[in-house]
């Protein structure tokens, strides 16, 4: 089914156009047309699908966001694919109070939404095998 679903994918040479690739070669999708559609704005990515029924790869986090803001679903199929972890990179000599309120809402913003976002998509493979 996956082989023959129709695809959006990320920009060439992209992170996520790698690793939507290696997951599906990993299961067993040895032929995929992709993409069906290819882009580089996440703006014309996300007015594709609202609009199809194309299906595409994403992190957990993109993902849960955009099935709480409603209209999408998270399929109860895990692709394989690497941990990416992120975070943002600052001299130590630029640390001041602001900065340092900043960086800590940050991280608790991020966490409370990966929660979310794991949870959600939890909930997607619930009573699946």
């Keep these: 089914m996956l ?57 957990d986090l993109v993902a849960g966001s955009l099935v709480e803001s409603g209209g999408y679903a998270v399929l109860p199929f895990r692709l394989p694919g690497p941990y990416r972890p992120f975070g943002y990179i600052t001299h130590e000599a630029r640390q001041n109070p602001a900065l340092i309120a900043f960086r800590e809402g940050l991280a608790i913003d991020i966490k409370r939404a990966n929660a979310r976002a794991r949870k959600i998509c939890q909930q997607a493979f619930a009573g699946t095998t």
């Design 3 to 59: 082989s023959q679903a129709r695809w959006i994918t990320h920009a060439r040479g992209s992170l996520l156009n790698r690793d939507t690739r290696t997951a599906l070669t990993a299961v067993g999708v040895d032929y995929i047309d992709l993409p069906a559609f290819e882009s580089n704005s996440a703006g014309a990515m996300h007015a594709v699908m609202e609009t199809s029924d194309m299906l595409t790869v994403l992190p």
